[in-house]
Nanobody, 127 residues
Framework: QVQLVESGGGSAQAGGSLRLSCAAS????????MGWFRRTRGKEREVVAT????????YYADSVKGRFTISQDNAKNTLYLLMNSLKPEDTGMYYC????????????????????WGQGTQVTVSS
């Protein structure tokens, strides 16, 4: 079993920054891919960014590319999402997710197969 606990959400002004954290516990092999997803107003849940456990393979949605950075601290078993230049359209519930398996970072791009999820943390960006 894998448990994921998000923190760091809150309110920010447009142009500001927030850093989300996801503390992970459980079998390491069950979280070879980790990612951040979000549900914003009027939209289905969408991927924000993913991180493969080779330490260098990442993916970013076009809407956040250049503004958000995903990273992982293996010593702390924590996944981060640094969000800069926030926009009101970034407002939503952000979820940390994980899955195991795969032999390359491309496995992380199968967004529908993440099977471990956190409870979510709310991000609100005001204009």
């Amino acid at each position: 079993q894998v448990q994921l606990v998000e923190s760091g959400g809150g309110s920010a002004q447009a142009g500001g920054s927030l850093r989300l954290s996801c503390a992970a516990s459980g079998y390491t092999a069950s979280r070879s891919c980790m990612g951040w997803f979000r549900r914003t107003r009027g939209k289905e849940r969408e991927v924000v960014a993913t991180f493969y456990n080779d330490g260098r393979t990442t993916y970013y949605a076009d809407s956040v590319k250049g503004r958000f950075t995903i990273s992982q601290d293996n010593a702390k078993n924590t996944l981060y999402l640094l969000m800069n230049s926030l926009k009101p359209e970034d407002t939503g519930m952000y979820y940390c997710a994980a899955k195991g398996g795969g032999s390359s970072g491309s496995w992380c791009l199968n967004f529908g197969s993440y099977n471990y999820w956190g409870q979510g943390t709310q991000v609100t960006v005001s204009s």
